[in-house]
């Protein structure tokens, strides 16, 4: 007899292997077809609402890394909201506008560009943006981000671009609107000014400079020890470019300075700098005539080293002595921190670059010359007229343009700002920052040190893809025109004609016939710069979450990269607090940057770029989706070709424990073959008490946007919990018991409670893959109403899932054996004294204290270390071998070949094996199993 025939042999038609690659875009066809985001939606009608709102990527490109790692957290926040009960409704965004989009199609137009209309040009760059918005949604959807994909918001849309005007003009009503000369980024490669969040910081080398500026009054008046000297004030700037804008020398109120003598010169510097610049400048042979306070040189005036006028000397607070010598260069025209020492000392904002990064007549000779090219010039200048004494290359960071990675500059135009200080919207906003909550925690000072210290925002732009400074003003005497009439004008016309509205009508066409300026002039002019696109995004919570009808504001929660605490987040708080009073989001979530596997930033020229359509071509999007749950999201996120193998692997084991599971379960109708939980045995229990751990643990990770832990819960109880201990020790009720027999059914009751349960937790990250294991353990067929799925089941409870503490103590005792046996019987397989653990005999010593535990627990450890036979020490066993368990105080462990003959069915090694005549190669078990099968 094939006593093989009469085994529960484990059969399932959940595959081993994936094929992620060929069966996801299948799964994704038929999500489209059957509307499943929209179903989800139906059913959570009536539901508490959770709100993420999706800070739109740009319309430029494909996707990279740092944007798929972005997408899936997102879909895991969403779809484990949804599992807690929640309505969570996610509305995809684009940003369209801005200069990446603009200067591409430049690019595309080549000469063109310089004559094409203004609205051919928007058109172009509309259509452009339209081009890669429908590449960037086909990529998201690959990754299985659930959501509105038909309905996204774009910032170009013509209700978005109202909604942009509208909101700027509640900014320029309010009376927090100036227009001013500031000095602001400027990109001479684009030709416009930037806002801060387009500035990024790169390792760049400058010439820096020590230069004299000599002083013209005598200062023997106040300081006697320097009459009749030919004095100099030293300064120090890596802007020798600059040095043409000079108005003024600051000195530090606080610092003591000295008079250096060196040879027929003296030198004025910060008392504490002098011997480290003397000793960089290699002269040894100086000594300090004097030291004093600033105060005393204070509106004294030094002659320009190279043109024709004064600078005043000036005190400011912000001068250090870290490096340089305390002496600071002043050009208001090309520094924040110089301007307003400017207006404090009634200094001219001289900023002689024009938008092309060249030198107009107000530089004298340097007209016409590229900044910062003339460095070298200026620098030769210097030396040959004698004002120069030292010149030193230095490595720093310096801000450079986002979009075409040149070095930018600091400099005055004449621009609009929204104002950090006429309505207190500064302190609005740091007030209103302290009543979100901020995930990880250090977020908060982050953002609330940034704001407290920022200039005024510059909203213009001198480009033409955007929505335009819907400014008027008065041609006769070029005050604003503000008048909520021709507010509501434009709203009119550009929700019904967009942003473009700007560009077709004449000025006349905002402004109704009996609205006239305050002075009487009646013609007006429209301001030509566009708004910045941070503006843009940065009002998406008046477009996006009060508009649609699915949503409410404020949102509960903001997710996006580190870097947005100077980005999105900050221009949504600004546009928020200026005109609500209130921040837009209850919670703000930030992640870090995605690295390779050194930590070093991805870079093509590099060659570290690992693109998420090449992960997905390797090993699919769920491979994808675990490798961002697997990271901890508040440091920065490694990735590399061994990180994703390391996932791939832990994706695989998790998937052969729930194909083991279901395999297991091919004859069980838990409607009626479920055993109540007082007729489980003890290791059934002690399984479900661990999986209830584990789903609160889970849980409570979810809830705290924890997925890392989420990952490593999963991970570990798949392939600890379940695969080595609980299924490894099931399998011999499994397959050996009658099918229909208690033991079994105790084992499968627990087996479907168990992976339903997994496949719920897993869900939210490995959508995929839940979904097709739940088709199986409820054998749905392919076209099963997708409302069956797992997408419409919430997160199990575990109410009825009582712990005890002293089952649970019992249960580490046992456990803490099973470990020390494992060991021992481990040395014996290497010393060839077994084969198999079924091979052995466990003899157990200890003292009397075990004698209670031991006996009712026998059979017990026999089953969990899955041996043929297991006791505790007689006389007999004097001469074995025992080893001291290292674990388990008192105990001591024996083994030896078990006594008896291998059952061929069941493969344990048992005396009774031979007694039965009819079956005399099974054990005693074995042969009343087949009997009742054959009766």
Known sequence: MDYRETLNLPKTRFKMKANLTQREPQVLKRWDKENLYGRVQEQAAGRPLFVLHDGPPYANGNIHLGTAFNKVLKDIVLRSKRMAGFNAPYIPGWDCHGLPIEHNVDLELGAKKQTIPTLAKRAACRSYAEKWINTQREQFKRLGVLGDWDNPYLTMNFQYEAIIAREFNKFLLSGAVVRSKKPVYWCATCGTALAEAEVDYADHTSPSVYVKFPVTDDLGGVIPELAGRKVSVLIWTTTPWTLPANQAIAFHPDFEYAAVSVGEETWILAKELVDSRMAEFGIKEYAIVATFSAECLEYKTCRHPFMHRDSLIVLADYVTADSGTGCVHTAPGHGSDDYLTGLRYGLEILSPVDDNGCFTAEAGRYKGQQVPQVNRQIIADMAAEGSLV???????????????????????TAQWFISMENLDLRAMALAAINKVTWTPSWGQQRIYSMVETRPDWCLSRQRSWGVPVTVLTCAACGEVLKNEAVCRRIDELFLKEGADAWFKHEAADFVPNDVLCPCGGSTFKKESDILDVWFDSGVSHAAVVEQRPEL??????????????????????????????????LGVLTHGYVVDGQGKKMSKSVGNVVAPQEVIDQYGAEVLRLWVASENYQDDIKVSGEILKHVSDAYRKMRNTLRFLLSN???????????????????????LHRYAELHERITRAYERYEFHAVYHGLHNFCGTTISSLYMDVLKDRLYCSVPAGLERRAAQTVIYRLLDGLLRLMAPILCFTAAEAWEHLHQLEQEAPLDRSIFFVDFATVDDIEQDADFNARWN????????????????????????????????????EWSGFFADSLEQLRELCIVSSLRTAEDKDRELVFVEAEEVAGLEIAVVPAPGIKCERCWTISPSVGKDTEHPVLCSRCVAVVRQLAA
């Open 390 to 412: 030292k010149q030193v290359a230095i490595h720093h960071s310096y801000p450079h343009c986002w979009r075409c990675k040149e070095p930018v500059m600091y400099r005055a």
């Open 552 to 585: 409410r504001a404020p949102a509960d929660l903001y997710l996006e990269g580190s870097d947005q605490h100077r980005g999105w987040f900050q221009s949504s708080l600004l546009t928020s607090v200026g005109t609500r009073g209130h921040a837009p989001y």
């Open 665 to 687: 379960l091919y004859d069980f109708d838990p409607a009626r073959d479920s055993v109540d939980y007082a007729d489980l045995q003890e290791i059934d229990r002690w399984a």
């Open 813 to 848: 005792r046992l456990l803490a054996v099973r470990s020390a046996v494992t060991k021992v019987l481990e040395g014996a397989r290497q010393s060839k004294s077994i084969g198999l653990s079924l091979d052995a005999e466990v003899v157990l010593r200890a003292g009397e």
